[in-house]
């Protein structure tokens, strides 16, 4: 039996030692009680998938939704075996009907206040527990759009708040430990690399595009690419608190940023989710070509899931990082 009450707005917290059960611990508004470990779990949102699979729970996972690029090579064969109830945005339905005892989920935007999935109280009503990602509730106003507002900078301390919680509610609090010391010892090594960098790079991310000739989605000043940027020492010429704020290429090539990030996907929702189209602009477009970052080919590609709040974003940090070294952005 799950017990679901009303709780405070903070990062999990567990209230027991070694994942015995009863479990308590609070998410993102909601305090929940798990009386054993759970053992059918429907996943909305890449990144709690790949959370799972890195836990070695891929046998609890009983369908997966909202994919914006390839599983991870090493998951591909577990994941082959687990239905795909969508692409992007799952049913209700379709979700309750797996019958699972817990719903993950990556963004507030499909199961939330205003969730297009639904809301977490319609699956609470009908006893099924959701856990939302600290990473998209923490310090963030998701009241805002479908993105949100960041109130503080994001840190990787949510996300692997959230690789503990999802250990400890599946009865392995171990492996969520010792995954995240793994990541953190990863994200050191990162911080002193950084140290070789060019202490006065600038740099703009860029997601997508509701269509290429309207301004673009880019990352904010406090969301995870701002996070990684700021490890790195390198300054964001977006200065909005938006998730992804969408900026004029004017005001962008205005800034002249040394580095364009882009994110490369599978997910077609927008033209410029496809990173071809993204360079075609940026070597084409009258304003975005005359930038120094693209003359200089200083353009870096990652996963779309590498420049968000997802265990990706480490080895994104490490793609960037070696990417600018290669491109010679080091002190002299």
């Not at 993102?28 to 998938?49: N, S």
Request: net charge negative.
């Amino acid at each position: 039996m799950v017990t679901l009450l009303t709780g405070l707005l903070t990062v999990g917290t567990v209230q027991a030692q070694e994942s015995s059960f009863p479990l308590t611990l609070e998410n993102c508004g909601q305090t929940l009680t798990f009386e054993h470990p759970v053992e059918r779990i429907v996943t909305v949102g890449q990144a709690t998938t790949e959370i799972l699979y890195a836990l070695g729970l891929a046998d609890k996972v009983k369908a997966t939704s909202v994919w914006f690029t390839p599983v991870q090579p090493k998951y591909q064969t577990v994941n082959s075996h687990i239905p795909r109830l969508a692409d992007n945005d799952p049913s209700f339905e379709s979700v309750v009907n797996q019958h699972p005892d817990l719903v993950t989920v990556q963004y507030e935007w499909h199961i939330g206040a205003n969730g297009i999935v639904g809301t977490r109280e319609q699956f609470h009503d009908l006893g099924i527990p959701t856990y939302v990602m600290p990473t998209d509730c923490v310090g963030k106003d998701n009241s805002t759009g479908m993105d949100g507002t960041r109130l503080q900078l994001f840190s990787t301390q949510w996300l692997f708040q959230s690789v503990q919680d999802l250990a400890d509610i599946a009865g392995v609090h171990q492996r969520g430990a010792e995954l995240v010391d793994q990541l953190k010892a990863r994200e050191d090594e990162v911080k002193q690399r950084a140290h070789q960098l060019d202490s006065d790079l600038s740099a703009v991310f860029w997601y997508s595009s509701a269509d290429m000739n309207v301004d673009p989605f880019v990352a904010g000043s406090l969301g995870a690419p701002a996070y990684m940027m700021k490890q790195l020492g390198i300054h964001n010429i977006v200065d909005t608190a938006e998730e992804w704020p969408m900026k004029s290429w004017e005001s962008i090539a205005k800034a002249n940023p040394d580095i364009i990030v882009i994110a490369k996907m599978d997910r077609r929702r927008f033209p410029a989710d496809d990173y071809q189209k993204k360079l075609e602009f940026l070597h084409n477009d009258p304003v975005a070509s005359q930038m120094d970052a693209v003359k200089n080919d200083h353009i870096i590609m990652l996963e779309a899931t590498e420049m968000d709040a997802t265990l990706r974003m480490i080895e994104g940090m490490e793609k960037l990082i070696q990417a600018l070294q290669d491109q010679n952005m080091v002190e002299e």
